[in-house]
Structures are given as C-alpha cells and as structure tokens.
C-alpha cells in the first residue's frame, strides 16, 4: 500500500496554526508523505522535524504545483489553511487549486475545523481517499435500495 500524500499550504496569518495542527498529529502524519509550498513546508520541517518536499512559494507557482499534483493524482487530500479576511494578489492560483480539487474529488480542507476532518479521514479510512470515496459507495448503496 502506497503512503498518503498530503499537501499543507497556508497564508502567513495562518501559518502558526497550521503548525499548531501538524504538531498536534505529528505521530500519524509520520506515516504520511508532506508537500508543502515553500514557506509553510520550511515552517512544518522546523518546528516538527517531519519531512516535507518543498515547493515554490505559493505567490512564485507553489499553489499550481500542488494543483498540478493534485490534477495528476499524486495528492490524497489538501489542507489550505486560507485567510479570509486578506486579498492576495495570487488568487487566481488559490481560485485554480481548489477547483482542481472539486474537479478530482480530493478532499480540502481551508479551515482548522475541517482540517480536522480531512485528517480523521485520511487516519481512519485512508481507502476513502482513492478511487473508492465513501460518497461514492454512499451513493451506490442507496440506489441500489431504490433500484
């Protein structure tokens, strides 16, 4: 079985909780493969000391890396600790990332509270996060009730 890849982005007034959520699950992201964007990845390496493969910062391409990942299907999940209340001037990336998100059906998480099911998720039922979505089963399940 192939290890899950994460991928872990924030903007700076959300960096530190991102670390915070890293450290508070650093023994199950051991078994997890990290991305990050460039900033956030060196942050996550420093405070935690899990690995994480870096890529540009997002304003210099790292969001379309990650979103070129995720596009290929080489990302299980992403968190993107966003801060709403800042415009960026990179938002057409950030806009880009989350609709290849939708697109692929990876889950994504922009907030602490989801965040936190994106990992429940990924620890508990990491076969969700393939081909096989829990939704899809879901779905299959009911129609054949009503078939």
């Known amino acids: 079985m192939t ?12 960096k530190e909780d991102l670390v915070l959520l890293v450290k508070a699950h650093k023994q199950e992201l051991s078994g997890v493969d990290l ?3 460039r900033s956030t990845g060196q942050m996550i390496q420093a405070r935690t000391e ?5 890529m540009q ?3 210099l391409g790292g969001d379309q890396q ?11 999940a992403v968190i993107f600790l966003r801060d709403p209340l800042m415009s960026h001037p990179h938002e057409p990336d950030v806009s880009a990332l989350l ?18 099911a994106v990992l ?6 990491p076969d ?13 399940d009911k129609a054949a009730v009503h078939a």
């Open 3 to 14: 290890r899950p890849v994460l991928a872990l982005i924030a903007h700076d007034a959300k």
């Open 35 to 37: 991305v990050a964007t």
């Open 50 to 54: 899990l690995p994480v493969t870096l």
């Open 57 to 59: 910062s997002g304003p």
């Open 66 to 76: 990650i979103g070129a990942l995720a596009a290929a299907g080489d990302v299980s």
């Open 99 to 116: 609709r290849v998100c939708d697109v692929h059906n990876i889950p994504l998480a922009t907030n602490l509270a989801s965040a936190e």
């Open 120 to 125: 429940h998720l990924l620890f508990k039922d």
């Open 128 to 140: 969700a996060m393939g081909e096989h979505h829990v939704l899809a089963q879901f779905l299959s």
